[in-house]
């Protein structure tokens, strides 16, 4: 188990800059998650990390080892790869032994660890199958023992999940926390869904066109993010923009419909006059049937145009003062609050109003 | 958010898949590779461009200076301006008759589904297991003036006077066994065209109001066209340059037939050098053509899979035109197979319109008589050590073409693919003249050139071969077993080779049963009886008046035999990617 450090990484392909200027340090034991649409850099990152690129700048370092330019075999990281990549001319208990065979363990080590590795992902009864005989959460299962038999210093995870259907896929998330916490590794995991990221990470970078846009845990970059991109990409977002009217404890931003007020303070101190757009959650916007509240802040009144029926909640699609519309989760569908057409008034803490300098 | 996905080969052959993931390395020329790309430099210098550059160098310059004398007294000479016009008409007229044969094959084949599809199209390949020169040996007994048919017609009493079947002098009878020998690759080159040509261009032209031979020429045609020239390229230089096949119907006057007599006495006549660029000229041209036809396609094998099928089943009457069409090709391209067959078995056939006495003794006698069994046991050591060298190399090339990134990688693609398009007569002269007076020339001990000329004729095959395997076989695979910690060599060892090896064994078969049935070059380079293979051994025997014919055609059957078995074997590995071996 190692800290990975990567120094000011770059890595460009002919004319294409995939990877631009990352730093990172991620911690022994951390399960660090990459996040980020296709194309943001995250894989190529990873890829970097097991050695299968080489960054056109930068350094690696694990612990204290530079292995910036170690070949992919000298690295000893143990990788999960998007489509298993089993072998197929060996067995179940083949593929799993074949790293511990390569590093010339004892053979009864070798047989005590092979059935330690499938046991944890609880496919002992299938050590002597052929991979094609798999349903794909056992390969992926298999892949995961492949990775973890070798005590690797580090786990890289490269969107091991994508290919499983959507119950699969909670099922093997839950076991990743679990293996995990078992073994303690520094585990990296790239993948384009957040729920993956904000389920199971201890920290995240959020990436966005080679670069890293924001490092955090979870409830960080949900509840604070740095840039609209962030925000943008975890989770729903409603975006207002304003003007920033008055800078002190909180922030009055001036927007089309209305003066909104903001308590989260920036990472850097607006000046008045600066455009901002405010970010809102829908589920931190409450729907109220009257003013009742007057002295309430961020009171605004909406006409609701359309409601979809979630299951588990609502939500609601409103229109506000100059055309701009917003969504709102609702989160009791058993009790609403309007219907389509209808007049209604929204509101919403000044805690849950991020703004953010757009870009 | 514009989602720009990075693409790590932009900027490169786009012939190779761009989908490619950069490896480790991609972008270094390590050690290892260089030495590894340096090997390769050495060994296709010397054995496949050396000896090219000295026959050009021989053709234009002599005593030190450039002059084009040689040409000039090559056009000048009656005979040889009666073999340049005859080679060329044969190449002709070898291509006409072959597509006369294939298009309608290839049109049925691709167009039709009817039951037996599998079994016919396979019967349609058979022909390809002998080489025309042994179908001739085999065809003189039937077809000759007083040979088996021209009796039949006699005694029956329809003609007085025998036919003249293989007319001017043998020129006809060299093209049809040429054309029943090569249609099938023709063939499978047009069916390749077929396929790619998407049906729904074909439906939204009958959309249009277009059909029958309108919407053939207008649509279909134009879109399979770079398949047939690929295939038509083939089979003209194949006819161009065949050897074997004039020397049996004794059409000597043939550009192959020249140089091959020309070889004797090279240090007094520099013509030879001049007739063999003219057919390298020739040949590249007609290579460099069919290449701005096909353009970028050439390996369609390897690119997307996706072409919708084309086909439609049969109606009835359709499906007996279809069989009694095919099978009455296959049934005439088989003619030379049978007569070859039954005049193994003839004790005595002479003057007689079938044998008037059979043995099988010849197959026996193959096996004790000094010659033929010295020739069996040289030809499988030649090609076996042949293929030895093209499972290396071919593995090397496959394995650098389609895993790692190098300066010059679009030129070992080229040069690698070059000898397909080589005729064996040229490169079997360029190796006689270029390495003679050195410790490897062939008439002191031509093994080692038989074996080199064998293995770089084939090694194409071997190349597309291992290629297609390595394209299939996810690179992930690769990389999970170096994160495993596996060196790249234990990697190619234990994970690549093990996953491709269906594609290496079917390749090496082919690279095999072809160097056993090499023409030009084993008639060529191998100059001492010690040292003959099969192929020279039947051309030996030919010149025998009592048995020759007899036991040729004995060593004929068993080459037959033993291509036929690897065909199959191929065909079984290799399934519907077979013809691609065939292509251009």
Known sequence: MVSVTLERISKTFGEVEAVSDVSLEIGKGELFFMLGPSGCGKTTLLRMIAGFYLPTSGRILFGERDITQTPPHKRNTGMVFQNYALWPHMTVRENVAYGLELRKTPVEEQNRRIQEALEMVRMTEYAGRSPNQLSGGQQQRVALARALVINPDVVLLDEPLSNLDAKLRLEMRDEIRRIHDELG?????????QKEALSLADRIAVMGMGEVRQIGDPRTVYTRPSSPFVAHFIGETNFIPGKVAHTGEETVIETAVGPL??????????????????????????????????????????????????????????????????????????????????????????????????? | MADVRPLPCSGVDARIDTSMPLRYFSSDLTPGLKVLLGFLVLFFGAFLLYPLFYVFANAFYTDGTFSLTFFGLLLQ???????????????????????????????????????????????LLIPMVMPPFVGAIGMKQMFARFGSINLLLLEIGIIDTPIDWFGGGGFWGVVILEALHLYPIMYLNIAAGLANVDPSLEESARNMGASGFRLFRTVTFPLMLPGYFAGAIIVFIWAFTDLGTPLIFEFREVVAVQIFNMMSDLHENPMGYALVVFVMIVTLALFYLSKKFIGGRRYEMMGRGHVVSASRPATGVEMAVIYAGLLSIVGIALIPHFSVLLTSVSDRWFMTVLPSEYTTAYYGSIFDHELTARAIKNSLILSGLSTLVDIVLGILIAYLLTRRRFPGKDLLDAVTMLPLALPGLVLAFGYVAGFSGTFLDVRIWPVPLLVISYAVRRLPYMVRSAYAGFQQMSVAMEEASMNMGASPFTTLWRITMPLVIANLVAGAILAFSFAMLEVSDSLILATKEDDYPITKAIYALMGRIADGPYMASAMGMLGMVLLACSLLVTGKVLGKKMGELFKV
Not at chain 1, 330 to 354: M, N
């Open chain 1, 185 to 193: 590794t520094t585990m990296i995991y790239v993948t384009h869904d």
């Open chain 1, 261 to 359: 007020i903001s308590s989260v303070p920036p990472d850097r101190p607006f000046v008045p006059g600066a455009d901002v757009v405010c970010c809102i959650r829908p589920e931190s916007i409450d729907l109220v049937s009257g003013s009742a509240g007057d002295e309430k802040t961020n009171l605004i009144s909406a006409s609701v145009i359309q409601i979809m029926y979630l299951g588990e909640h609502e939500q609601y699609s409103v229109r506000l003062k100059g055309d701009t519309t917003l969504k709102v989760v609702h989160p009791h569908p058993d009790r609403r609050k309007a219907e389509p057409g209808q007049e209604i008034w929204l509101t919403f803490d000044p805690s849950h109003v991020v703004a953010l300098t757009p870009e």
């Open chain 2, 77 to 123: 000479n009656p005979v040889q301006q009666r073999s340049l016009l005859n080679s060329l008409e044969l190449g002709i007229a070898a291509t006409i008759v072959t597509t006369l044969i294939s298009l309608p094959i290839a049109h049925a084949l691709v167009r039709y589904d009817f039951r037996g599809k599998g079994i016919l199209s396979g019967l």
